[in-house]
């Protein structure tokens, strides 16, 4: 009976910490969706515009590679493992904090370069303009570093609420400073939205203090700090280096993707660009809604499972959230597939925003969403390797799908166009999942989908599918 009860708890546990981190994304997307629509209201499109996003994208960058687990893929199997937890937390903080500080510093004294680095395409009195915005949002990375070393010990509490709510602390401090700077020039709206973000990421630094001296961590990283020389900790700082550089790369693969399609879209007709990222937009709400944070959710439990052996509860585990993370992006697969043309027009035909953008973006997310289920997937499975410190051999996956998709993009981009972009990415994406699982188990995968589940799943995409078209069918004879 204890264990059945042991069961079960586990299990609504499990669905509890994967729903906080789903909502809180949504709550964060939400906001992040209503900053996008007053920073093109209240800014515009122009030269001040693209200032701030090449000020904010080196940092924003480092916050999303981070956000999806890059840090505390390598940081908590490391941690777990690790004799003296409170003096290697404290190790490894000082040295990441160390390493940014001086870098931050280096931007400062000299911004313009900076800013040449990020925008080489930028003449030398935009790159002037720019520098100093440049030099202000690089404070950020100190802020969100802290946020990210802050998030991995309240992961490996199973805290997750913090972290998934607090990108939203961002977006509302970004928004204030959008507000507060209506009617102003615009050269001053970018040091309010500048400023803005260095207020966002201290208040989701500061959430995250509070909440981890509430659970205790904080006393644990303090500790360390006092008793910083008393222990040799080389072996537990050498497994942590080992795996951290090939969890940045494994995690930055997917952003290197999108900067590829960005590129070679520029070479294509105008709109290209936009058509690729309003479509990717929208397809990245249902992979960060349901496949990050379910891989989120487990991590910490599966490294716990692995490490001291307990792999019958480890297979447990995938089975459930395999089944659970299945039957959602499945539904998100055939919903954002055949509703392609409904949810663009519905979320962007505006304005500026003719049908015949709504058409072209409607295609791209359709090749898009193809990819939808493999690389949601890949996300789920990819973490027995991060939790077994195998972060070499995700990292090696990770380089085989870009290195597909590179090759996809030239091929198919000359008569597919965007489309081509999109269904390369796809494929890429059906590449990473063919090799995760193979490096996961095929036999143990195999186990994992001999069950009734896959007829009840099965059902329900056929009931979806009928349900679609005719709502389908209604709102073209609306349109």
Partial sequence: MKTVLEILNNREFMFKSIFTNSIGTLFSRILGFIRDLLTASILGANIYSDIFFIAFKLPNLFRRIFAEGAFAQSFIPSFTAAKSKAIFSAHIFILFFFIIFLLTMLVQLFPYYAAKAMAIGFDKQTLEMAAPFVAINFYYLLLIFGVAF???????????????????????????????????????????????????????????????????????????????????????????????????????????????????????????????????????????????????????????????????????????????????????????????????????????????????????????????????????????????????????????????????????????????????????GIILFIFTIKAYGSSAFLAIIRDKKALWLLLCSLVLILILYFFKEAVHVYL
Wanted: glycine share 6%; no cysteine.
């Fill in 150 to 428: 802050l998030s991995a010990l309240l992961q490996y509490k199973e805290h997750f609420a913090t972290t998934a709510f607090s990108t939203g602390l961002l977006n509302m401090a970004m928004i204030s400073a959008l507000l507060l700077a209506q009617g102003k020039a615009s050269q001053e709206v970018v040091y309010y939205l500048s400023f803005g973000v260095l207020i966002g990421g201290f208040l989701q630094f500061i959430s995250h203090i509070l909440m981890a001296q509430k659970i205790g961590m904080l006393k644990v990283l303090l500790a360390g700090f006092k008793h910083f020389k008393k222990k040799d900790i080389s072996e537990d700082k050498k497994r942590f280096k080992k795996s951290f550089f090939p969890a940045i790369w494994g995690n930055s693969t997917a952003q290197i993707s999108a900067f590829l399609d960005t590129w070679l879209a520029s070479f294509l007709v105008t709109g290209s660009i936009s058509y690729l990222y309003y479509a990717n937009r929208v397809f990245q709400l249902p992979l960060a809604l349901f496949a990050i944070a379910t891989s989120v959710a487990l991590f910490p439990r599966i490294s716990r499972y692995l490490r001291h052996e307990k792999f019958e509860e480890a297979e447990i585990a995938f089975t459930k959230a395999f089944w659970f993370l299945g039957f959602l992006l499945t539904l998100s697969f055939i919903g954002g597939f055949m509703l392609s043309h409904e949810i663009t027009w519905l979320l962007f035909e505006r304005e500026a925003f003719s049908k015949e953008d709504t058409h072209n973006t409607a295609l791209v997310l359709q090749m898009y969403m193809i990819g939808l289920i493999p690389f949601g997937l890949s996300k789920l499975f990819s973490l027995k390797l991060y939790a077994m410190h195998q972060q070499g051999k995700a990292a090696k996956i990770a380089t085989f799908a870009l290195g597909g998709n590179i090759i996809l993009s030239l091929v198919l981009i000359s008569p597919l166009g965007a489309m081509g972009l999109a269904l390369a990415s796809s494929v890429s």
